[in-house]
């Protein structure tokens, strides 16, 4: 009978996040699908110089959207605070505040590496045309960080409402132009490279007016802020910001650190990175998603006491993780000659492509098995070991083992070393996790709640 209870539970639990991630990873995946349409339309132009000088540019745009990421993170968390405690007016000045200083934020990050752009490609390895290249693509596109950030922090806000309808369709609104407007200004006008960058401009702006509309409309719009509020919000602002935007930030600078090393192969070697950077993302999406979709889920069992669901929903985040690996592994493989045919892939471009369509991605596992484990430290009050164990696996999980299949086996062991990283650092975090969860069954919720207060104290969040 316990059994039968065990596996009904377990059922439950994990239609519960299939359906949570699969819901989330639309809107996720749409907004991965504008770099990979670029991709796509710049690759036939037949120039390995315009495809490698995008994959350069792709490392430090995925650089500042980590940034955003860890704003409307910070954002969802104060605006679902207020609205859980009832309090709609509290909402809008947060929610005001927290777009003002997503804004302002990501207007200097745009700045800064704005006006190190020529230095920030070099690091990466580009030279010579390859690099003019990427920092002209670059210069179009990073001062509408900003936009980004106003579109990404609106979907926060958006979802803390509960409405992630209306946060996953700016998204698509967003994908939808630039998949229209990229052929009609790298072909029917001729602009190549820059057409590509000002299809993703107009893109950013319609996910930004999209995600503010609903606000808007719905939601008694946003509050003319004082500067009291403004500064009595900025603590929690970056309480939550700053080791949101530090755990996000380790990805994007591991990948800079692979795009060098594959930088020493030459620029079809950077162009077929560039091809698997944006095939990645859309390959996976669902994955990406699921560790915002299983987190709550493990959250609010670990708040009701309920521990046994607890590692309940941690097992179904892995047994999903599992389903769609194998699945998606299986259709690359199936269609990988036709994936490389998209892109013109020949040489050691499509021997890359290749390596990834087959046994790589099935290590993608490992990857989702890290994100499951840091949705699990976050929702059960150790956010600190997600910050470490993300950093861990970009530096010391990276750095070494792409050098080591870097000397062994050339531009296929960079791919491969940085692989292995993940699966050790994917067994890690489950191992961490764990012993995280066994933890659960002596600790009162309400005792970890207790410790979350006073830090928040430290911070002068509490009023």
Partial sequence: MAGEQAKFLTGNLFRHVSVMSLTASVGLMAIFFVDFVDMFFIAMLGKSELAAAVGYAGA????????????AISAGALVARALGKGDAEAAKTKATNALIYGTIFGAFFAAAVWANLSALVALLGASGDTADLAVHYLAIIVPTLPLLMIGMVGGAILRAHGDARRAMFATIYGGAVNAVL??????????????AALASVVARVVIAATSLLP?????????????????????PVLAIAIPAILTQLATPIGQAYVTRAMADYGEAAVSGMAIIGRLTPLAFGTIFALSGAVGPII???????????????????????????VFVATLLFIFRGPIADL???????????????GPLALMFFFNGMLFVSN???????????????????????????????????GAPGVLIGQAIGGLIFGLLAFRVAGRVMGKTTTTAPQETFQRQARLLQLFNLRR
Wanted: a neutral charge.
């Fill in 215 to 235: 606000l808007l409309r719905h939601y008694g719009g946003l509050k003319i802020p004082g500067i009291l509020a403004l500064l009595r919000d900025l603590p």
């Fill in 375 to 409: 949705a699990a430290f976050n929702n059960l009050g150790h956010p600190f070991y997600s910050t470490v164990m993300n950093w861990g696996r970009h530096t010391i999980g990276t750095v070494p083992f792409v050098l080591l299949g870097s000397a062994w086996l």
């Fill in 343 to 357: 892109f013109t892939a020949d040489g050691i471009t499509r021997e890359l492509v290749f390596l990834f369509c």
């Fill in 60 to 71: 430090i745009l995925f650089f500042t959207t980590s940034f955003g990421i860890g704003m």
């Fill in 182 to 195: 990229d052929p009609i200004l790298i072909f029917g006008l001729d602009l190549e490279l820059t057409g």
């Fill in 299 to 325: 959250g609010q069992n670990y708040g009701a006491g309920h521990t046994d669901r607890v590692r309940g929903a941690f097992k179904a985040g892995l047994i999903f993780t599992a389903g769609v690996v």
